[in-house]
């Protein structure tokens, strides 16, 4: 039986983090082994709203490759390639935002928070108000059957489904109408002060943080706020000290210890920040060990994005020469 394909990406504009991990990275993972896997490097969407500075795009995209694999994406089992080695995702956009009402763009909600929300950047430009075509292009373009999408990105699905109805039926049914594929939700994870991870919040454990980095960060993590002293009791559920230690721990029993410990007042913070400290240089070990292998490689990451994209782009060109003819820019001939 043919795999249903799926497409799902990352924008280029930092490292990957814990939060990562824990969330989108594992379904990946998953994904590689039940679907056709589709993975792209979105580096044209970073420039939506770092087009200002464009100094790290590069960098980042190849480090991206190396955390990906290190993690355990295989170009022999899935395709990872880079969103600008595929051209003609370019002229699908074009063909959409020929049949895509501007209204349609302007309700997508988070491009009116973004706008309100993000006052570091210039997002007052073209790009990234048409962002959403260029996502439905990036989803089409492969002829995806599914997306994995959390709840909050479902109006985002729903904008590109509306796009592909219309091209069909206005061209003739051809694309594919994706349906969302509901990601299993990860688990939530916490930054050194407590917000949600992020790497805008700079509280962010990066995977690729040294040793000596990872203690650093710990040792400045944030722990129950209300615990003053170490002879006052804590709460482990409102740490988040705790609830990273919980992710990475191989041993429950020793969590329990903790757990008790914390809320008898019988151990202090300091002592905690070690021991998670360890326990999580070592659950990062082999990805570390297995990230420096492939970065010892030289042009490793260039070489599975080149071999991607050319796994990628035949399905890329057979669907662009399909709707050239479906607009009738082509005759066929």
Known sequence: MTKKRVLTGYRPTGKLHLGHWFGNLQNMLTLQDDYDAFYFIADWHALTSDWADTTRVRRFTEEMVLDWCAAGLDPQRCTIYRQSDVPEVAELT?????????????????????????????????????????????????????????????????????????????????????????????????????????????????????????????????????????????????????????????????????????????????????????????YLGEFRARRAELAARPGFAWEVLEAGAAKARPVTREVVEACRRLVRIDDGA
């Open 94 to 282: 074009l063909y959409f935002s020929m049949v895509t009402p501007m209204p349609w763009l302007e309700r997508v909600p988070s491009y009116k928070e973004q706008r309100e929300q993000v006052t570091d950047k210039d997002l007052g430009n073209l790009g990234f108000f048409m962002y959403p075509l260029l996502q439905a292009a990036d989803i089409t373009i492969v002829l995806a059957d599914v997306v994995p999408v959390g709840e909050d990105q479902l109006p985002h699905l729903e904008l590109t489904r509306e796009v592909v109805r219309r091209f069909n039926n206005t061209y003739g049914a051809y694309l594919v109408e994706p349906q969302a594929l509901i990601a299993k939700e990860g688990a939530r994870v916490p930054g050194t002060d407590g917000r949600k991870m992020s790497k805008s919040y700079g509280n962010a454990i990066f995977l690729s943080d040294s040793a000596e980095e990872i203690e650093s960060k710990v040792r400045g993590m944030i722990t129950d706020p209300a615990r003053k002293l170490k002879t006052d009791p804590g709460d482990p559920d409102i740490c988040p000290l705790h609830q990273i230690h919980k992710l990475v721990s191989s041993d429950p029993a020793d969590i329990a210890e903790w757990d008790a410990c914390c809320r008898a007042a019988e151990c202090g913070c300091v002592a905690h920040k070690k021991k998670m400290a360890a326990d999580l240089i070592e």
